[in-house]
């Protein structure tokens, strides 16, 4: 058996009183390819924030790499890839600056980027697919290439542990075709993911472990469950609006 | 030149050059977390400072700077927390400030004219001692932006991306609201507070006319305020008008000249080359 990279256990949160997730155990362990799938709201994104620090806690606990998250200063270690960049600034910023920023786990706030980092920049852009866009601003982009670009942005650090939140929605289907070459590149060089999916699309063939979130709870953990009625359609394409779980407030990003 | 042979018209210039160039480099960033008017409510809360201290007879400034410091923690605190009451709380300490700022220059002995050089700078009236705060600490404000340049520019493009690689965020975000404050404080001097926000979002906003990434942003934005800057204590030294006024006109103008002619270039080429077909989205929904 592997050693675990993330122990989750009885894990319990709340948005202002409302709970999201009650008493998730989860663990994943080194080389694993786990998807957490489930309906909107039902707490599947709110896991993975858990599990990053971004949300807190009001039961239970979240280990990563063997240590308490709230200990946990190797962040090195882990690529995060969010649902998409923020509402964007009015600043532009080119592809490569934003990749650049994946380095700064690694390097530290203090020192300048060396070759080393030039390097790691320059192939997780090759490894997306997006090393012609370097030089190009992020808002040029279209929706799926500014998603790989957060792709690269995560990968520019080597991180152990990929985590993304739904890479894949609403991204057109050279972008979803380069993000599973990426992935399994990634996957290859023995790395472990964790990702949030509404549809795995063609990522399925990479996907080691299914997980479903239903109701603030895991309600399936194993294969990848077939999909049933309408949904299991070829043509079938989901329809779903992106609503924030978190009332957005108007000094935050 | 004949005009600068004056000590005070040279020490005019130095510091307004000086800030012309710091304020842009903070500046950027306040525009990329879209809090383009920060400066503006530190300013007003940097007025209660100045009437406090001509009250106590201590440094205007000095007790401006501790009382913008003060003022920016507590929005970095709200904003921090993001609620949407925040912006309440942010209005109360706005005009707080400024109400405050008026009332104690009122109770105090100074004259109209000495908050009027507050509120709307009075750069000809530097004396040396102004000019080695203003140099020292717009220096000190030029090389903490300038260094800090990839940590703060993660931290202000993508907070949850920045704390998820273990950046120090939250003291990168007091770092960047005590800047602030400091940059408002010495600003006063030369466009006053009721203009430092200008000159900290006015340059930065010209050049991401015509730039197409951060770095060249920054660059030219501190170009473009050291230009403003100097020429605008130019103009007010040649035509007798309020520097503060003049540098800001200034900036303004080149806003307007350059995204006129962005526009007018971006049209030509849109006119010349013919339309490339628009890159194709899968579609949303299956129409039937």
Redo the contacts between chains.
């Keep these: 058996m592997n050693a675990p990279v993330i122990e989750i256990a009885h894990a319990a949160v709340g948005y202002d009183g409302r709970p999201v997730l009650r008493d998730v155990s989860l663990t994943v362990t080194a080389g694993e390819v786990v998807a957490v799938l489930g309906a909107n709201g039902s707490g599947k994104s709110t896991l993975i924030r858990a599990v990053?620090?971004?949300v807190p806690l009001t039961a239970g606990s979240v280990t990563l790499f063997g240590s308490p998250q709230r200990r946990f200063?190797?962040?090195?270690r882990?690529g995060?890839v969010?649902q998409r960049?923020?509402a964007g600034?009015?600043?532009?910023?080119?592809v490569?600056?934003?990749v650049?920023?994946?380095r700064?786990?690694r390097r530290g706030?203090?020192r300048p980027?060396g070759r080393a980092d030039r390097e790691a920049v320059a192939a997780a852009l090759r490894a997306v697919g997006l090393a012609d866009r370097a030089?190009?601003?992020v808002a040029t982009l279209?929706?799926?290439q500014q998603q790989r670009t957060l792709i690269a942005?995560a990968l520019a650090?080597e991180p152990e542990l990929l985590?993304l939140d739904e890479p894949t929605a609403?991204?057109?289907?050279a972008s979803q075709e380069a993000f599973a070459g990426a992935l399994r590149g990634f996957v290859a060089g023995s790395g472990t993911v964790l990702l949030v999916a509404h549809e795995l699309g063609p990522l399925r063939p990479l996907i080691s472990r299914a997980v479903v979130v239903h109701q603030g709870g895991i309600a399936h953990d194993g294969p990848v469950p077939e999909p049933a009625g309408h949904h299991a359609e070829p043509?079938?394409?989901h329809?779903h609006p992106h609503c924030d779980e978190e009332?957005?407030?108007?000094?935050?990003? | 030149m004949d005009l600068f042979q004056y000590d005070f018209m040279l020490r005019a210039l130095v510091g307004a050059l000086v800030i012309g160039l710091a304020a842009p480099a903070l500046g950027?960033y306040l525009?990329?977390?879209?809090?383009a008017l920060i400066g503006d409510g530190i300013g007003h809360v940097a007025l209660t400072g100045v009437g406090a201290g001509l009250l106590l007879n201590r440094s205007p400034v000095l007790v401006a700077v501790i009382a913008a410091t003060l003022g920016a923690i507590v929005i970095e605190l709200?904003?921090s927390?993001?609620?949407?009451s925040?912006?309440l709380a942010l209005a109360l300490l706005f005009y707080g400030g400024i109400a405050g700022g008026v009332m104690l220059v009122g109770l105090s002995d100074a004259s109209n004219a000495s908050l009027n050089a507050y509120l709307f700078g009075s750069l000809t009236t530097t004396s040396p001692a102004d000019l080695t705060t203003i140099a020292v600490l717009g220096v000190a404000i030029l090389v903490t932006m300038l260094?800090?340049r990839?940590?703060l520019?993660?931290v202000?493009?993508?907070?949850?991306?920045?704390?998820?690689?273990?950046?120090?965020v939250r003291a990168?975000n007091m770092l960047i609201a005590v800047t602030t404050a400091v940059t408002v404080t010495i600003a006063m001097r030369a466009v006053g507070v009721l203009l430092i926000s200008a000159l900290m979002v006015v340059p930065?906003?010209t050049a991401?006319q015509v730039?197409?990434?951060?770095?060249t942003?920054m660059a030219a934005a501190m170009a473009l305020g050291l230009l403003a800057a100097g020429g605008g204590v130019l103009v007010a030294a040649t035509a007798d008008t309020a520097p503060g006024a003049s540098v800001v006109l200034l900036a303004i103008a080149s806003f307007l000249v350059v995204a006129l002619a962005a526009a007018g270039w971006r049209a030509l080429r849109r006119h010349r080359t013919p339309h490339p077909a628009p890159?194709?989205?899968?579609?949303?929904?299956?129409l039937r």
């Design positions: 990053l620090g971004l200063r190797q962040w090195r882990i995060y969010p960049l923020g600034s009015g600043v532009p910023a080119t490569g600056e934003v650049a920023s994946g700064l786990a706030v203090l980027p030089g190009d601003p279209s929706g799926g942005r650090g985590v609403g991204v057109d289907a043509d079938h394409d329809v009332p957005a407030g108007l000094w935050s990003m | 950027i525009v990329q977390r879209r809090l709200v904003r927390r993001g609620r949407t925040g912006d260094v800090l990839p940590a520019f993660a202000c493009h993508d907070e949850e991306y920045a704390r998820v690689s273990g950046l120090p990168l930065v906003a991401q730039t197409r990434g951060f770095r942003t890159a194709t989205e899968p579609p949303e929904v299956v």
